[in-house]
T-cell receptor
Framework: DVKVTQSSRYLVKRTGEKVFLECVQD?????MFWYRQDPGLGLRLIYF???????EKGDIPEGYSVSREKKERFSLILESASTNQTSMYLC??????????FGPGTRLTVL | QKEVEQDPGPLSVPEGAIVSLNCTYS??????FMWYRQYSRKGPELLMY????GNKEDGRFTAQVDKSSKYISLFIRDSQPSDSATYLC????????????FGQGTRLTINP
């Protein structure tokens, strides 16, 4: 079974802090994704990576950056957290596109 | 206009009812279609996946795709309380196949 794990289930940070969200997958998938999920807005793609050190912006990249130094690990970085970044963050991975496997999510609250 | 539209609900039905969940889309480049189920406080998990127009059945679940109308549906027969979840449709293109576009999700409750 594919397993996608995220470093934290719940996180509380203060405005202005630098926040790291980590995601690890164990199935040697090329593609990895970061989404945020908000009520009424569904899943919105922040960034995705199709190979080590390769990344592409999604629909809402502002205020975020990513890092993929190893194939199994994809990190989302909030350079200076703001209250409007309070959300559920979901990581996913896929082999050749199509079916994406999701992690359990990190609920981030920025105070 | 959003590329994918899904009625967010919420939808509440009695146990045993037939449930119909729907999405419409505007981009004819979408070639494959999925339904994900998301339980509360969990990540989405793939429920159904289809490429072609027509019906695909898996147990109590049937996915229907009508490419000419740009409309997809998920039917749940003999609904159970354990089916209570948020259901998300998702679509992808052959080119740029890595990315999926998701609907807003429909929250479904099955009442015993």
């Amino acid at each position: 079974d594919v397993k996608v794990t995220q470093s934290s289930r719940y996180l509380v940070k203060r405005t202005g802090e630098k926040v790291f969200l980590e995601c690890v997958q164990d199935m040697d998938h090329e593609n990895m994704f970061w989404y945020r999920q908000d009520p009424g807005l569904g899943l919105r793609l922040i960034y995705f990576s199709y190979d080590v050190k390769m990344k592409e912006k999604g629909d809402i990249p502002e205020g975020y950056s990513v890092s993929r130094e190893k194939k199994e690990r994809f990190s989302l970085i909030l350079e200076s957290a703001s209250t409007n970044q309070t959300s559920m963050y979901l990581c996913a991975s896929s082999l050749l596109g199509a079916e994406q496997f999701f992690g359990p999510g990190t609920r981030l609250t920025v105070l | 206009q959003k590329e994918v539209e899904q009625d967010p609900g919420p939808l509440s039905v009695p146990e045993g009812a037939i449930v119909s969940l729907n999405c419409t889309y505007s981009n004819s480049a979408f070639q494959y279609f999925m339904w994900y189920r998301q339980y509360s406080r969990k990540g989405p998990e793939l429920l159904m996946y289809t490429y072609s127009s027509g019906n695909k059945e898996d147990g109590r679940f049937t996915a229907q795709v009508d490419k000419s109308s740009k409309y997809i549906s998920l039917f749940i027969r003999d609904s159970q309380p354990s089916d209570s979840a948020t259901y998300l449709c998702a679509m992808g293109k052959i080119q740029g196949a890595q990315k999926l576009v998701f609907g807003q999700g429909t929250r479904l409750t099955i009442n015993p």
